[in-house]
């Protein structure tokens, strides 16, 4: 059997998938097992993890791009070739597999483009509240393999899972995280508290836009706190020339830091190195609670969430308005002292969220695939 693993988006979405297509590589030997990705720096970044999963045997694909892309990108920047022209240059390819793995929905695609003999496995790549993790797109899947018990509740509620359809999965980007060097520095060494600020990409539902430059230069003045600026790798994709001038004013500030899109935005270096969460509404806020932690909310446009399930996080520390940012760290110090009051509901959700009694969520999530491909191909 031929199972290919499409990376075809940006590489915050590959650890959500890469323990399962390593440890499948593993369990089935018999099987071949590719991962497929649009540039040679995907390819890279894969690299790096293979030899965390020894025995593992997986073969690098480069997808082919057209002339016309090829061209462009010798003379602008594209990190990350258009999907859809990838997805259809790369359509007689992609048909030749038994099954096709991806995080995103955007390949559907391949079916209108006349890729129907594989069978499409969605992974999802996060576990958040906001109605975007509960898509009804999932009922295009052949199969579904879903991180999250709350979200496999809601998903069936909505009426878009079918039973033999999917499977609750585990997180596999735990499984790789656990496996990277446990021992890593601090991000600051000047022993100050670290606050991770995460704005979402999405103008309408970021803070960003409204007071993000705010929160900068209100933290760039204080002296209590280090700050680790690392918003979603689509706020800035990639960074160009005009987006690294706004940050020119930070340069020699010794606690801050301003990642806009590195591999530590990806494999939570600043979740698990931070200690407060500064953020909207990513549910990168999930990731950071493996350890429960002050979290702050900024409520940048005057949204009125209570009671909305998709902002059901902002139920996990205090919620603050545009306004409240010219007081910051009053608010920081707040959170850091009350944190208490919040830990019992952030140890709920987050077990609502994910099963962490999996001891291997890659090698669990590959027992899961490998049955029902068996059963189904």
């Known amino acids: 059997m031929r199972i290919g693993f499409l990376y075809n988006s940006q590489n915050h979405q590959i650890l959500h998938s890469l323990p399962l297509a390593l440890e499948l590589s593993i369990l089935r030997p018999d099987w071949r097992v590719e991962i497929l990705a649009p540039s040679q720096a995907h390819l890279d970044y894969v690299s790096r993890f293979l030899p965390l999963y020894p025995g593992a045997r997986v073969t690098l694909r480069l997808l082919r791009q057209p002339l016309a892309v090829q061209a462009y990108r010798r003379f602008r920047p594209l990190p990350l070739p258009p999907k859809l022209w990838s997805l259809l240059h790369n359509r007689a390819f992609l048909n030749r597999f038994d099954a096709l793995v991806t995080t995103e929905k955007t390949s559907l695609w ?166 407060l969460y500064l953020g909207d509404v990513s549910s990168q806020v999930y990731e950071f609670l493996c350890r429960p932690r002050p979290c702050v909310f900024l409520n940048a446009h005057d949204v009125v969430w209570q009671g909305n399930p998709d902002y059901r996080f902002w139920t996990l520390g205090p919620v603050l308005s545009a306004s409240d940012v010219s007081d910051l760290p009053a608010h920081l110090e707040a959170a850091f002292v009350q944190h208490a009051d919040w830990r019992e509901r952030q140890e709920a959700a987050f077990a609502a969220n994910f099963d962490l009694s999996i001891p291997d969520p890659g090698r669990h999530n590959a027992v899961l695939l490998s049955d029902w491909l068996t059963r189904r191909c």
Not at 121 to 127: C, Q
Not at 190 to 218: A, C, E, I, Q
């Open 110 to 275: 391949m079916r209108r483009f006349g890729v129907t003999h594989p069978k499409l496995v969605n992974t999802e790549h996060g576990a958040g509240d906001r109605d975007v993790t509960f898509d009804p797109r999932v009922a295009r899947f052949d199969f579904n393999l879903i991180p999250s018990p709350k979200t496999v509740r809601r998903l069936l509620d909505e009426g878009y899972l079918r039973d033999g359809q999917y499977a609750l999965a585990a997180y596999a980007k735990f499984d790789i995280v656990r496996r990277l060097d446990r021992n890593r520095p601090p991000l600051f060494g000047n022993g100050r508290p670290t606050v991770l600020y995460n704005p979402h990409f999405s103008p309408s539902l970021s803070s960003w836009p409204g007071v993000g430059m705010k929160v900068l230069d209100r933290m760039a003045a204080q002296d209590r706190y280090n700050l680790v600026f690392a918003p979603h790798m689509r706020l800035f994709h990639p960074p160009g020339p005009a987006q690294l001038a706004l940050f020119s004013r930070f340069q020699g500030v010794p606690h801050l830091r301003i990642d806009l899109g590195s591999d530590a935005s990806c494999d939570m270096t600043y979740t698990l190195g931070a200690d």
